[in-house]
């Protein structure tokens, strides 16, 4: 079983058996966020890319906790650097942790912070808690998440729906069509007024769609 817990913007909280995982953790700055950063005990950080509300508590998180920052190499490297433990990894990579699989695939985005590049931006699928789940950071539509679909038969999906940064609700209906995820969770909307989405529009959108669509709440947990 994996419960998965949405802390609001790109952040959810994974938990199985094998372990815990947080996306993401852009805590303390998000007004969405039903948790600080010192409630946060997981095993893992999986973190897409440098931007502020990704990178987030991360690092404080990891110094506080022992957690392992998974992320691509520079972005990983600039952690280490800052006092935290990271596991650097690169696109097309994949590991087995303690806690679970990590692959990083793709991401059509940047990733930088205060100015320093840090590489590439990426997506992630995860093994965890039985289930497989693909969090594909902040992204436009790419042709090849058919192939991260079918390379990887989805549990859950989340997608964010926000535009201005990431796809809109256009490219994120077509996400859900290329992907074929059992269940879709919408994302990274509302968090700011230039990211302002509807987030039953995206699932009334997807209604006759063979895939679910779970808008959660922000603080909500549900097990999958
Ligand atoms: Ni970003
Ligand atoms: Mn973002």
Not at 90 to 104: E, R, T
Not at 110 to 124: D, H, K, P, Q, T
Request: glycine residues 12%; contains cysteine; charged residues 20%.
């Amino acid at each position: 079983m994996l419960e998965v817990r949405y802390h609001g913007h790109a952040c959810f909280e994974l938990r199985g058996e094998e372990g815990s995982i947080i996306f993401d953790p852009f805590l303390r700055d998000n007004p969405q966020a039903d948790v600080g950063p010192e409630e946060v005990d997981v095993d893992g950080i999986l973190v897409s890319h440098g931007h502020s509300d990704h990178i987030g508590d991360a690092v404080e998180i990891s110094r506080r906790t022992g957690a392992v920052i998974v992320a691509p190499y520079e972005l990983a490297v600039y952690c280490q650097e800052k006092g935290a433990k990271a596991h650097p990894m690169y696109i097309g990579g994949s590991h087995q942790f303690p806690f679970g699989w990590v692959k990083l695939v793709q991401a059509h985005h940047g990733s930088s912070l205060g100015g320093r590049y840090l590489g590439v931006a990426c997506g992630f699928v995860v093994r965890l808690g039985g289930k497989t789940v693909y969090h594909p950071g902040d992204t436009g539509l790419f042709g090849d998440m058919k192939l991260i679909g079918e390379l990887y038969p989805l549990d859950i999906a989340f997608i964010p729906i926000g535009s201005t940064f990431t796809m809109d609700m256009d490219e994120a209906v077509k996400a859900v069509e290329f992907l074929k995820p059992e269940v879709a969770i919408p994302m990274h909307y509302n968090t700011f007024p230039v990211i302002q989405a509807d987030p039953e529009e995206f699932a009334r959108r997807l209604s006759d769609s063979p895939t679910q669509v779970v808008v959660m709440k922000f603080g909500e947990s549900r097990n999958f």
